[in-house]
Each structure stands twice: as C-alpha cells, then as structure tokens.
C-alpha cells in the first residue's frame, strides 16, 4: 500500500477545514498557535514511518498524554488502579465537575480530567522523580533523547490551574487523593506540555498497535490483556463526550488534545498521529479528525 501517497492526499482534504477550528484559550499559551498547520504521520508496526504536512512542527501533546499515565500506572499497580477510577464513558466535558460530585469523587474514565490527575495522584505515590520517568519513557519510544517539556504551556497551565485544582480537590474530600495536590497537579501539567511533532508521537504509542512491545525501544510496555483493555477505552472514551461520533466516523480507538493532537491505533498494523490546533466545540481537532476519517476510508482500516 503507498502510505505515502494516501498521507499526502490527506493534507490536501484538510486544507479547507484548517481556518475553521478555533485554537484552545482557555490556557492562555495554547492560544498563541497559529491556526492553519496539519501534519499526519504513521507508524507501521514493522517499524517504518511515514509522514506528510508540517510534520517537524512540534506541540503540546496534552491529553494524549493521558494514555501515557494509564500505561506507567497499569504498569505499577494493575487491576488495583480501577478501585480509584472507573471504565465507564462520561457523556460530559473533559473538565466537567458535576458528576464526579454525584460519583463520590470515583472519576468515571481516566481519559478525562479528573481521571487522569487522580491517576497522576496514584503515580506521584509510587514514583520519585515522575516528570523524569515519564519523559525516559518516550524518549526510549519515540527514539528522540532530547524530548522535553514546554515551560511555558507548563507554567501557564498551572497558572489557570483552577478547574482542574477544584476537581483534585473535590477527589481530596472524597478521600480519593493521596499527595499534596498542587504538587500533582504541576506533574499532570508537565505530563500534558511535554512537546513533539507527529513522527515522534506515532513512535510513542506504537506499542498499542503492537501488543504491547514497543520495537523502538525492544521493551515490552504493557501485557496483551493490558493493550487490548487500553485499545477498548480508548475507542469508548478516548474522545470525550464526542467518542461516540469519532468511533462512527473513524472507527479506530483514539485520544485526543486539546493542543490538536490525536493518535489513532490499528491493531497489528499501525498507529497514526494528527495535528492541527483549531478544535471543533468538543475541544477535539476538527482538521485531525477529517484526516483520520479519510484515511480510515482510502486505507480501509477500521476495526469493524
Ligand atoms: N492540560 C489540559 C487541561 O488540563 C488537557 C486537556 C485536554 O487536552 O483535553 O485542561
């Protein structure tokens, strides 16, 4: 198949959606992105990848690094993990307070915020140095060793920290929450501004196309069981409260950020990354999203 080819025409369908979004401002240097940028790249599990677009733009990879934190917590604690997080989609916002409210502080997916701070909570308590193991993880994975974190979409997260501040809080109250949480909370906004381009973020999470191994780094990240669990949350809510027209129009597992990146697995074959910054009212790519609908068709690759 000419990945290559297919990539690029996927450049030309975006093109006239690349205007429309509108970049995330609620995190003041998120705002700054200049609108009309895309890049796609795949990463086949044989190792090969391919790219088209702006590819050596790099970005915030936000949420998308909430899959990264489930993968080194599973690692830690397994099945353990799932007394202090739930499986189940949320049908609200990613940064919605009211459920976890009625839920006793139990967040229902670790892929929304709430979530992914109180799976932060759970590694903060096993790790020393968090921001270290992490950014080892891809570097290992992505094969660049120079990966790091953007400081000031850090900074400036952490600075309009209040949303996400409540939700830990709340979690605190409900006795589900270890550590001081502004200490978590700086981890979880360095987890979400650690910055690569398309290339870099396909390798990352190649391992979830994979089995499990990752080839990059010739190590084994989580069990079969494991990788096919993470696949089965992903495609239920890897998009939040738009999961469900992603997995329509797409139909591959995904996560998406709110930086305008989203990555897209195919089991036993490839992982695709998109990036483009305007966001649909989900707060999902709307560009990223084209793209991969596309490709799903011109490359005939969904899982059903
Ligand atoms: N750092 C962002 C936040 O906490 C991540 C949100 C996202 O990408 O969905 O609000």
Redesign the pocket.
Known sequence: MDFQRILEKSVSHVKPLLNQGKVADY?PALALQPLEQFSVSLHTVDGQTYSAGNCDAKFTI??VSKVMTLTLALQRYGDELWQRVGKEPSGTA??SLTQLEFENGIPRNPFI?AGAIVTCDALYSRLSAPLHTMLESYRLMSGNHKLGVNKVVAQS?YDHRYR?AAMAYLMKSFGNFDNKVEDVLWS??SF?AIEMNTMELARSFSYLSNQGFCLQSNQRVLTKKQTKQMNSLLFTSGLYDAAGDFGYRVGMPGK????GAIIAIVPNRFTISVWSPGLDKF?NSLAGIAALEFLSNELGTAIF
């Open positions: 995190i936000q949420s990613f940064n915020n997260e996400n979880y906004f979400c998406s950020g709110v930086g707060g």
